[in-house]
Protein backbone atom coordinates (compact mmCIF):
# COMPACT_ATOMS: atom_id res chain seq x y z
CA UNK A 1 0.00 0.00 0.00
CA UNK A 2 1.30 3.37 -1.10
CA UNK A 3 0.95 6.50 0.67
CA UNK A 4 1.13 9.95 -1.39
CA UNK A 5 0.81 13.46 -0.22
CA UNK A 6 -2.31 15.33 -1.58
CA UNK A 7 -2.05 18.53 -2.99
CA UNK A 8 -4.37 20.68 -0.31
CA UNK A 9 -1.36 19.33 2.27
CA UNK A 10 1.10 20.35 -0.57
CA UNK A 11 0.33 23.79 -0.95
CA UNK A 12 1.04 26.38 2.27
CA UNK A 13 -2.03 27.78 4.30
CA UNK A 14 -2.41 31.45 4.91
CA UNK A 15 -0.86 30.66 8.69
CA UNK A 16 2.37 29.56 7.33
CA UNK A 17 2.83 32.05 4.71
CA UNK A 18 2.02 34.80 7.31
CA UNK A 19 4.62 32.99 9.74
CA UNK A 20 7.35 33.16 6.78
CA UNK A 21 6.36 36.59 5.73
CA UNK A 22 7.01 38.19 9.47
CA UNK A 23 10.40 36.12 10.01
CA UNK A 24 11.33 38.07 6.70
CA UNK A 25 10.35 41.09 7.57
CA UNK A 26 12.40 40.57 10.62
CA UNK A 27 15.38 39.32 9.46
CA UNK A 28 15.02 41.95 6.71
CA UNK A 29 14.73 44.71 9.76
CA UNK A 30 17.23 43.73 11.41
CA UNK A 31 20.31 43.12 8.90
CA UNK A 32 18.94 46.71 7.93
CA UNK A 33 19.44 48.08 11.40
CA UNK A 34 22.96 45.98 11.70
CA UNK A 35 24.05 47.54 8.62
CA UNK A 36 22.72 51.41 9.58
CA UNK A 37 24.94 50.73 13.28
CA UNK A 38 28.02 48.61 12.33
CA UNK A 39 29.75 51.48 11.77
CA UNK A 40 28.94 53.18 14.81
CA UNK A 41 29.95 49.91 16.88
CA UNK A 42 32.68 50.08 14.93
CA UNK A 43 33.83 53.19 16.05
CA UNK A 44 32.90 53.31 19.79
CA UNK A 45 34.69 49.58 19.54
CA UNK A 46 37.92 51.56 18.30
CA UNK A 47 37.31 54.41 20.59
CA UNK A 48 36.97 52.25 23.77
CA UNK A 49 40.29 49.92 22.77
CA UNK A 50 42.26 53.03 22.09
CA UNK A 51 41.31 54.66 25.50
CA UNK A 52 42.16 51.47 27.16
CA UNK A 53 45.51 51.16 25.08
CA UNK A 54 46.08 54.83 25.78
CA UNK A 55 45.37 54.49 29.54
CA UNK A 56 47.79 51.41 30.22
CA UNK A 57 50.63 52.64 28.67
CA UNK A 58 50.14 55.73 30.62
CA UNK A 59 49.87 54.32 33.66
CA UNK A 60 52.88 51.97 33.07
CA UNK A 61 55.34 54.82 31.86
CA UNK A 62 54.25 57.51 34.74
CA UNK A 63 54.64 54.27 37.52
CA UNK A 64 58.29 53.41 35.43
CA UNK A 65 59.03 57.02 35.92
CA UNK A 66 58.08 57.27 39.66
CA UNK A 67 60.19 53.86 40.40
CA UNK A 68 63.08 55.05 38.44
CA UNK A 69 63.16 58.45 40.66
CA UNK A 70 63.29 56.54 43.86
CA UNK A 71 65.96 54.21 43.03
CA UNK A 72 68.01 57.29 41.92
CA UNK A 73 67.31 58.55 45.71
CA UNK A 74 68.35 55.30 47.01
CA UNK A 75 71.45 55.35 45.38
CA UNK A 76 72.28 59.20 45.90
CA UNK A 77 71.49 58.37 49.41
CA UNK A 78 73.38 54.93 49.49
CA UNK A 79 76.60 57.19 47.76
CA UNK A 80 76.52 59.95 50.43
CA UNK A 81 76.22 56.72 53.09
CA UNK A 82 79.99 55.83 52.55
CA UNK A 83 81.47 59.19 52.84
CA UNK A 84 83.00 60.50 56.28
CA UNK A 85 80.70 63.47 56.38
CA UNK A 86 77.16 61.41 54.79
CA UNK A 87 77.71 59.30 57.48
CA UNK A 88 76.62 62.08 59.88
CA UNK A 89 74.19 63.51 58.10
CA UNK A 90 72.33 60.24 55.69
CA UNK A 91 70.64 57.56 57.27
CA UNK A 92 70.23 55.14 54.00
CA UNK A 93 67.49 52.96 55.37
CA UNK A 94 65.59 55.93 57.12
CA UNK A 95 65.96 57.72 53.44
CA UNK A 96 64.94 54.29 51.97
CA UNK A 97 62.03 53.99 53.43
CA UNK A 98 60.85 57.11 53.44
CA UNK A 99 61.08 57.19 49.43
CA UNK A 100 59.75 54.03 49.03
CA UNK A 101 56.60 54.99 50.97
CA UNK A 102 56.76 57.96 48.77
CA UNK A 103 56.46 56.29 45.60
CA UNK A 104 54.19 54.01 46.37
CA UNK A 105 51.34 56.97 47.25
CA UNK A 106 52.37 58.70 44.41
CA UNK A 107 52.08 55.07 42.01
CA UNK A 108 48.37 54.51 43.75
CA UNK A 109 47.45 58.06 43.08
CA UNK A 110 48.55 57.53 39.27
CA UNK A 111 47.17 54.57 38.81
CA UNK A 112 43.58 55.53 40.23
CA UNK A 113 43.14 58.72 38.95
CA UNK A 114 44.14 57.32 34.92
CA UNK A 115 42.19 54.11 35.25
CA UNK A 116 39.17 56.19 36.86
CA UNK A 117 39.28 58.70 34.05
CA UNK A 118 39.77 55.80 31.25
CA UNK A 119 36.52 54.06 33.22
CA UNK A 120 34.56 57.41 32.85
CA UNK A 121 35.71 57.89 29.54
CA UNK A 122 34.42 54.10 28.33
CA UNK A 123 31.14 54.61 29.97
CA UNK A 124 30.83 58.44 28.16
CA UNK A 125 31.32 56.81 24.82
CA UNK A 126 29.33 53.91 25.38
CA UNK A 127 26.21 56.43 26.22
CA UNK A 128 25.49 56.10 29.97
CA UNK A 129 24.30 58.40 31.89
CA UNK A 130 27.01 59.57 34.49
CA UNK A 131 25.13 61.54 37.01
CA UNK A 132 23.49 58.41 38.96
CA UNK A 133 26.79 56.92 38.57
CA UNK A 134 28.80 59.22 40.38
CA UNK A 135 25.64 60.06 43.08
CA UNK A 136 25.67 56.11 43.74
CA UNK A 137 29.99 56.59 43.97
CA UNK A 138 30.17 60.14 46.38
CA UNK A 139 27.39 58.38 48.99
CA UNK A 140 28.95 55.09 48.38
CA UNK A 141 32.39 57.07 49.58
CA UNK A 142 30.78 59.16 52.24
CA UNK A 143 29.22 56.08 53.75
CA UNK A 144 32.44 53.78 53.39
CA UNK A 145 34.79 57.05 54.64
CA UNK A 146 32.58 57.20 57.73
CA UNK A 147 33.24 53.72 58.54
CA UNK A 148 36.47 53.42 57.95
CA UNK A 149 37.27 56.85 59.32
CA UNK A 150 40.14 55.64 61.76
CA UNK A 151 41.80 54.03 58.80
CA UNK A 152 41.79 56.83 57.13
CA UNK A 153 42.80 59.44 59.44
CA UNK A 154 46.04 57.02 60.01
CA UNK A 155 46.73 56.80 56.38
CA UNK A 156 46.42 60.87 55.87
CA UNK A 157 48.81 61.28 59.28
CA UNK A 158 51.18 58.90 57.81
CA UNK A 159 51.61 60.27 54.35
CA UNK A 160 51.49 63.95 55.67
CA UNK A 161 54.33 62.18 58.68
CA UNK A 162 56.49 60.93 55.49
CA UNK A 163 56.18 64.23 53.48
CA UNK A 164 57.31 66.31 56.24
CA UNK A 165 59.86 64.14 57.55
CA UNK A 166 58.94 64.25 61.08
CA UNK A 167 61.02 61.56 61.91
CA UNK A 168 62.17 58.65 60.14
CA UNK A 169 64.15 54.75 60.91
CA UNK A 170 66.67 55.16 63.43
CA UNK A 171 65.50 58.20 65.51
CA UNK A 172 64.73 58.61 68.94
CA UNK A 173 61.18 59.74 69.70
CA UNK A 174 58.92 60.64 72.18
CA UNK A 175 55.07 59.71 70.46
CA UNK A 176 53.59 60.50 73.90
CA UNK A 177 51.82 57.47 73.88
CA UNK A 178 55.13 55.15 73.74
CA UNK A 179 58.70 56.61 73.51
CA UNK A 180 61.31 54.47 71.52
CA UNK A 181 63.54 53.79 68.53
CA UNK A 182 62.27 54.24 65.14
CA UNK A 183 62.21 50.51 63.62
CA UNK A 184 59.83 51.30 60.74
CA UNK A 185 57.63 53.98 59.30
CA UNK A 186 54.41 52.79 57.63
CA UNK A 187 51.29 54.76 55.98
CA UNK A 188 48.56 53.46 58.56
CA UNK A 189 51.82 51.86 61.80
CA UNK A 190 54.64 53.42 63.03
CA UNK A 191 56.61 51.23 64.89
CA UNK A 192 59.57 51.45 67.54
CA UNK A 193 61.43 49.85 69.75
CA UNK A 194 61.45 50.76 73.68
CA UNK A 195 64.28 51.26 76.06
CA UNK A 196 63.35 47.87 77.69
CA UNK A 197 63.64 45.42 73.54
CA UNK A 198 59.59 45.93 73.51
CA UNK A 199 58.36 46.80 70.00
CA UNK A 200 55.68 49.18 69.96
CA UNK A 201 52.82 49.71 67.50
CA UNK A 202 51.63 53.21 67.18
CA UNK A 203 48.67 54.38 64.51
CA UNK A 204 49.35 57.23 63.01
CA UNK A 205 46.34 58.62 63.53
CA UNK A 206 46.63 58.71 67.51
CA UNK A 207 49.95 60.33 67.32
CA UNK A 208 48.96 64.04 68.81
CA UNK A 209 52.45 65.01 69.44
CA UNK A 210 55.84 64.11 68.58
CA UNK A 211 59.25 64.56 70.10
CA UNK A 212 62.32 63.87 67.95
CA UNK A 213 65.39 63.70 70.11
CA UNK A 214 67.88 62.84 66.84
CA UNK A 215 66.93 66.01 64.78
CA UNK A 216 69.99 68.61 64.91
CA UNK A 217 71.31 67.81 67.80
CA UNK A 218 70.97 66.77 71.66
CA UNK A 219 71.34 67.75 75.27
CA UNK A 220 72.53 65.89 78.07
CA UNK A 221 72.13 67.18 81.35
CA UNK A 222 73.29 65.76 84.90
CA UNK A 223 72.68 67.13 88.07
CA UNK A 224 75.81 66.70 90.93
CA UNK A 225 74.19 66.79 94.68
CA UNK A 226 76.93 67.51 96.81
CA UNK A 227 76.93 68.13 100.87
CA UNK A 228 75.98 71.88 101.68
CA UNK A 229 79.69 72.09 103.35
CA UNK A 230 81.48 71.46 100.60
CA UNK A 231 83.52 73.95 98.42
CA UNK A 232 81.38 74.94 95.39
CA UNK A 233 84.19 76.74 93.49
CA UNK A 234 86.62 73.70 93.97
CA UNK A 235 83.56 71.33 92.68
CA UNK A 236 83.69 73.31 90.06
CA UNK A 237 86.91 72.93 88.55
CA UNK A 238 86.70 69.23 89.22
CA UNK A 239 83.51 68.98 87.41
CA UNK A 240 85.05 71.43 84.49
CA UNK A 241 88.05 69.22 84.33
CA UNK A 242 86.49 66.07 83.86
CA UNK A 243 84.55 68.10 80.76
CA UNK A 244 87.52 68.85 79.22
CA UNK A 245 88.88 65.64 79.73
CA UNK A 246 85.97 63.59 78.27
CA UNK A 247 86.37 66.43 75.11
CA UNK A 248 89.61 64.61 74.28
CA UNK A 249 88.84 61.04 74.66
CA UNK A 250 87.74 58.52 72.01
CA UNK A 251 84.75 58.06 71.25
CA UNK A 252 83.57 61.28 73.18
CA UNK A 253 85.14 63.74 71.29
CA UNK A 254 83.24 63.43 67.83
CA UNK A 255 80.20 63.08 70.15
CA UNK A 256 80.27 66.01 72.17
CA UNK A 257 79.98 68.97 69.80
CA UNK A 258 80.58 71.49 72.44
CA UNK A 259 82.49 71.62 75.87
CA UNK A 260 81.15 70.44 78.79
CA UNK A 261 79.43 73.45 80.89
CA UNK A 262 78.77 73.60 84.91
CA UNK A 263 75.92 75.94 84.34
CA UNK A 264 75.82 76.89 88.25
CA UNK A 265 73.79 75.54 91.28
CA UNK A 266 69.88 74.38 90.45
CA UNK A 267 68.52 73.47 93.53
CA UNK A 268 69.68 74.39 97.62
CA UNK A 269 68.29 73.03 100.46
CA UNK A 270 69.35 72.40 104.14
CA UNK A 271 71.25 68.96 103.46
CA UNK A 272 72.22 69.05 99.13
CA UNK A 273 73.25 71.51 96.73
CA UNK A 274 72.19 70.66 93.40
CA UNK A 275 75.05 71.57 90.56
CA UNK A 276 73.57 71.31 86.98
CA UNK A 277 76.42 70.74 84.19
CA UNK A 278 74.86 70.63 80.22
CA UNK A 279 76.37 69.95 77.23
CA UNK A 280 75.37 69.48 73.76
CA UNK A 281 75.92 66.14 72.00
CA UNK A 282 75.18 64.13 68.65
CA UNK A 283 71.80 63.71 67.97
CA UNK A 284 70.62 60.16 70.02
CA UNK A 285 73.70 60.80 72.14
CA UNK A 286 72.70 62.15 74.93
CA UNK A 287 71.71 59.73 77.36
CA UNK A 288 75.04 57.87 76.65
CA UNK A 289 77.07 60.88 77.31
CA UNK A 290 75.30 61.53 80.70
CA UNK A 291 75.91 57.96 81.89
CA UNK A 292 79.67 58.58 81.26
CA UNK A 293 79.64 61.85 82.72
CA UNK A 294 78.42 60.98 85.83
CA UNK A 295 80.90 57.69 86.05
CA UNK A 296 83.68 60.32 85.31
CA UNK A 297 82.25 62.73 88.23
CA UNK A 298 81.58 60.41 91.12
CA UNK A 299 85.09 59.04 90.58
CA UNK A 300 86.85 62.56 90.24
CA UNK A 301 85.04 63.89 93.23
CA UNK A 302 86.11 61.10 95.69
CA UNK A 303 89.45 61.91 94.24
CA UNK A 304 89.66 65.28 95.17
CA UNK A 305 87.32 64.43 98.87
CA UNK A 306 84.43 66.14 97.63
CA UNK A 307 81.09 64.70 99.88
CA UNK A 308 77.74 63.74 97.99
CA UNK A 309 74.95 64.44 99.42
CA UNK A 310 73.11 61.45 100.97
CA UNK A 311 69.81 60.33 99.39
CA UNK A 312 66.32 62.36 100.87
CA UNK A 313 65.15 61.14 103.70
CA UNK A 314 61.69 60.51 101.82
CA UNK A 315 63.65 58.64 99.34
CA UNK A 316 65.17 55.94 102.65
CA UNK A 317 62.57 55.11 104.32
CA UNK A 318 60.90 51.71 103.37
CA UNK A 319 58.13 51.67 105.94
CA UNK A 320 54.12 51.33 104.80
CA UNK A 321 52.12 53.66 105.35
CA UNK A 322 50.25 54.02 108.93
CA UNK A 323 46.66 52.46 108.16
CA UNK A 324 43.79 54.86 108.43
CA UNK A 325 42.19 54.96 112.12
CA UNK A 326 38.57 55.40 110.45
CA UNK A 327 38.90 52.37 108.13
CA UNK A 328 37.75 50.05 110.96
CA UNK A 329 34.71 52.10 111.94
CA UNK A 330 31.51 50.62 110.56
CA UNK A 331 29.28 52.65 108.69
CA UNK A 332 26.09 54.40 110.92
CA UNK A 333 23.29 52.04 110.48
CA UNK A 334 19.66 53.46 110.22
CA UNK A 335 18.79 50.05 112.81
CA UNK A 336 20.91 51.33 115.29
CA UNK A 337 18.05 53.74 116.40
CA UNK A 338 15.22 51.56 118.06
CA UNK A 339 13.21 54.23 117.30
CA UNK A 340 13.76 54.91 113.17
CA UNK A 341 11.54 53.21 111.30
CA UNK A 342 13.49 50.71 109.89
CA UNK A 343 14.17 49.58 113.53
CA UNK A 344 10.06 49.74 113.86
CA UNK A 345 9.67 47.97 110.57
CA UNK A 346 11.70 45.29 111.47
CA UNK A 347 10.38 44.37 114.62
CA UNK A 348 8.55 40.79 115.49
CA UNK A 349 5.22 40.97 114.94
CA UNK A 350 3.72 40.11 118.38
CA UNK A 351 1.56 36.80 118.98
CA UNK A 352 -2.26 37.21 118.82
CA UNK A 353 -3.35 37.07 121.87
CA UNK A 354 -6.40 33.67 122.18
CA UNK A 355 -7.35 33.88 125.40
CA UNK A 356 -10.20 36.05 124.55
Not at 90 to 102: D, F, L, T, Y
Not at 144 to 151: E, K, Q, S, T, V
Not at 236 to 242: L, M, P, W
Amino acid sequence: MFWSASPAAATPGPHRRASLDDATEKATNAAGWVEENWATWLTSALQIALIIVIAVILRHVIRRTITKLIERMNRTATAAQGTALGGFLVNAERRRQRSEAIGSVLRSVASFVIMGTAALTVLSVLKINLAPLLASAGVAGVAIGFGARNLVTDFLSGVFMILEDQYGVGDEIDAGVATGTVVEVGLRVTKLRGPNGAIWYIRNGEVKRIGNLSQGWSTATVDVMIAPNQDLDRARAVITAVGEEMSKAEPWNEQLWEPVEVLGLSEVHLDSVTISVSAKTMPGKALGIERELRWRIKKALDAEGITLAPRPADALTDEPAAPDPSAAVAAPSALASPTSPQSLAAAPIPAPNLSK
